[in-house]
């Protein structure tokens, strides 16, 4: 796009220099320069849209997510629902080492809740007073205890893939939100002649289809506690969105500042111009 | 500076009288002459400056809880981001900021090449300018690696790498570089450490570059010189009132990238931490470094490429010499007019090809670009030779030469 733009201001200014009329000597080499313009500018744009550039996966989907935008934010109920979605179905493979259990209160849980999530797991502490180190139960403050050790744990329960941490996966990956979706809503049976490796899985958004997490989500893989429908699409959608809130837990106060923030600076450029143009009127220019 | 103002109040007298800031004060930045004819090509000076401003302060208060160790360096920007009162916005401000503060001297640096403010007897200031990017160059790519995510790694790697290509010597520079036999917590460390001073060798080379800016006084639309009082104003306030019209509109876009789309400028790929075991699928440079970068990959050989890549830079030392023509502004430079956009173009190409793999036409066109970057100077010899420029106004009060030729 970029290089369209280019283009145009680079063969417009061919014009304008060409309206001036006062080149006498050079006229050739103005030519020749100019031709030279038109011909660069077609290559940029030629390198613009030549298809053989992609080297992106496969084209992802763009789902109206409700926090993209200038006014958007995260649909708190739909974040309950993902972290439903991870407690019940990811946290057996995938850990979530940057989020601590307290945060949970950010997307509406209420301490008891919390409290309760924490827990479900053990976490090892100490020493003690009498130097022995023991178990005991996750707290508030506590980051997500890991479903696994360590990574070669992770990698020996899963057939040697290792499952990554989804603190930032949406974050990480080219497309975010859209690949994440993607991802748990893009498999299906593989195209015929074509054979998937033992253990692995056929999905068409992963890169090089053949993906090692089987297929995480179907419908009603889980009841949701608000009693909205649990299909796949919204399952994908709500997992999702809790995983785009764990990349992004500042959004909802990021958007809200900057809508702030640029409304007093539009409100004090149209008065510095106001002034200016007050300052400037007494020069001739 | 020679003589001294007198001020109507006693303490600034005071002061004044054995220390003379205030002088200096009112020299440079109330009465500084500057030519009337200034267009808002000129805020972009000012604007580099403020990001200077703002580079240093956001990156201060991200020192305080950051910690230069490759086992925790990751996570303690995560903790900036997430637990950090505020830590998200001074990450985001300093990441963006860098961006920003590039393209505000790529704007300052390519409104100096259309208005010839490289010329005598500007050559001094020019050298100063290009002495601090340089040395922002050095500051961003160190910047970069310290959040040890997956391409600070993988960018710290290919980058020091470069020096290998020197014959004898190069392996040496590569380990005194890392501080070891291969990118770790030594690097790390020391690239924290430099990232933190250099920028106040910048603040130092900035004073000197605008010490040399009020000796040679600034040049402008029209590339003539200033002929008297009725050619210029006094700084303030005809000039801080319009570079404040530039500071509102630049806020603008670079706050609505922080707050809206902050990630932009970024690779994903550095929100996975530092993995020596697994190399991304490309490794590419921050934007600001492409155009070198397609210039190095263009040169299939190895020194010959980091020489052409280092060339790019240094030629532009010797621009003023290599340009012949005495008539700075392009405007009154027909033929030059249209190679400066033809060159600007190839740098948009140049930061394409760097961008991309290097497969297939992009390796073609990253050539072709390479070589039509160093084409450009030869040229602009040649140019400054047959260009017939077009007549120059008496002076910048009287821009019109006769009433019908309107510039």
């Given at each position: 796009m970029r290089k369209l733009i280019l283009s145009t201001l680079v063969s417009r200014r061919g014009h304008n220099t060409n309206d001036a009329g006062a080149i006498t000597l050079p006229k050739r080499i103005a030519g020749a320069i100019r031709s030279g313009t038109i011909a660069l500018a077609a290559v940029g744009f030629a390198a613009a849209m030549a298809?053989?550039?992609?080297?992106?996966g496969p084209a992802l989907e763009h789902q109206n997510w409700?926090?993209?935008?200038?006014f958007g934010k995260y649909d708190q109920a739909q974040l309950k629902r993902g972290f439903q979605i991870y407690h019940e179905v990811c946290s057996n493979c995938h850990s979530l080492k940057l989020i601590a259990y307290r945060n949970l209160a950010d997307i509406g849980f209420t301490p008891d809740e919390i409290k309760a999530f924490a827990a479900e797991k053990s976490v090892k502490d100490g020493p003690n007073d009498q130097g022995d180190m023991f178990d005991r139960p996750a707290r508030p403050s506590d980051h997500f205890v890991p479903p696994f050790a360590n990574d070669q744990a992770a990698r020996a329960a899963n057939n040697g893939a290792l499952p990554p941490d989804q603190s930032l996966i949406v974050k990480a990956r080219k497309g975010g939100p859209d690949y994440v979706y993607a991802i748990l809503t893009g498999y299906e049976d593989a195209p015929a002649g074509v054979t998937v490796p033992d253990g692995m899985s056929y999905n068409k958004a992963f890169p090089g289809h053949n993906i090692g997490m089987p297929q995480p989500l179907t419908d009603d893989v889980v009841t949701y506690a608000d009693g909205t429908k649990a299909t796949l699409d919204q399952e994908a959608k709500d997992i999702t969105a809790f995983l785009n809130w764990t990349s992004e837990p500042e959004l909802d106060a990021r958007h809200s500042m900057g809508l702030k923030v640029l409304g007093f600076l539009v409100v004090l450029t149209a008065l510095f111009y106001a002034l200016k143009r007050k300052i400037w009127s007494d020069v001739e220019h | 500076m020679s003589e001294q103002t007198k001020f109507d109040n006693k303490i600034v007298q005071w002061v004044d009288d054995r220390l003379p800031v205030f002088t200096i004060l009112k020299h440079s930045a109330?009465?500084?002459?500057?030519?009337?004819?200034?267009?808002?090509?000129?805020?972009f000076g000012s604007l580099a400056g403020m990001m200077l401003v703002i580079m240093i302060l956001t990156g201060i208060f991200l020192a305080m809880n950051y910690a230069a160790n490759t086992g925790i360096a990751f996570n303690s920007v995560e903790r900036i981001m997430r637990d950090v009162n505020g830590g998200w916005l001074l990450r985001y401000l300093h990441a963006n900021g860098a961006s920003f503060f590039f393209i505000a001297v790529y704007i300052h640096i390519f409104r100096g090449l259309y208005y010839g403010s490289y010329k005598a007897p500007r050559e001094l200031l020019w050298w100063l300018g290009l002495a601090i990017y340089l040395t922002m160059m050095a500051t961003a790519f160190m910047g970069y690696v310290l959040p040890w995510g997956q391409m600070s790694f993988w960018g710290a790697t290919v980058i020091t790498s470069l020096f290998s290509a020197f014959p004898v010597i190069g392996d040496h520079i590569v380990t005194w570089l890392w501080g070891g036999f291969t990118v770790d917590n030594p690097t790390l460390n020391r690239f924290f450490a430099l990232h933190y001073l250099l920028p106040f060798v910048i603040i130092g080379l900035v004073m000197l570059h605008l010490v040399a800016l009020h000796t040679v006084r600034s040049n402008n639309p029209l590339g003539i010189d200033i002929k008297g009082p009725q050619d210029t104003l006094p700084f303030h306030p005809y000039y801080t009132i319009k570079d404040l019209v530039g500071v509102g509109f630049f806020l603008i876009v670079y706050l609505a990238v922080v707050f809206y789309a902050p990630n932009f400028f970024g690779e994903p790929d550095n929100y996975m931490p530092a993995n020596p075991m697994v190399t991304p699928s490309e490794i590419v440079p921050e934007w600001y470094f492409l155009p070198f970068y397609a210039i190095l990959r263009s040169i299939p050989d190895k020194l010959g490429g980091v020489c052409c890549m280092f060339g790019a830079i240094i030629i532009l030392f010797f621009l003023p010499w290599i340009d012949s023509s005495k008539v700075r502004s392009a405007k009154f430079r027909p033929i030059y007019k249209q190679v400066f956009w033809i060159f600007l173009a190839d740098c948009f190409l140049l930061g394409y090809c760097g961008a991309h793999k290097p497969e297939g036409n992009v390796v073609l066109l990253g050539q072709l670009g390479t070589a039509a970057y160093f084409a450009f100077f030869p040229l602009l010899w040649i140019i400054g030779k047959v260009e017939k420029p077009r007549p120059l106004p008496q002076s910048i009060a009287q821009p019109v030469l006769k009433p019908m030729e309107k510039i």
């Open positions: 298809p053989a550039f992609a080297d992106e409700p926090w993209l935008g200038v | 109330v009465d500084y002459p500057t030519p009337k004819n200034l267009n808002y090509w000129w805020n």
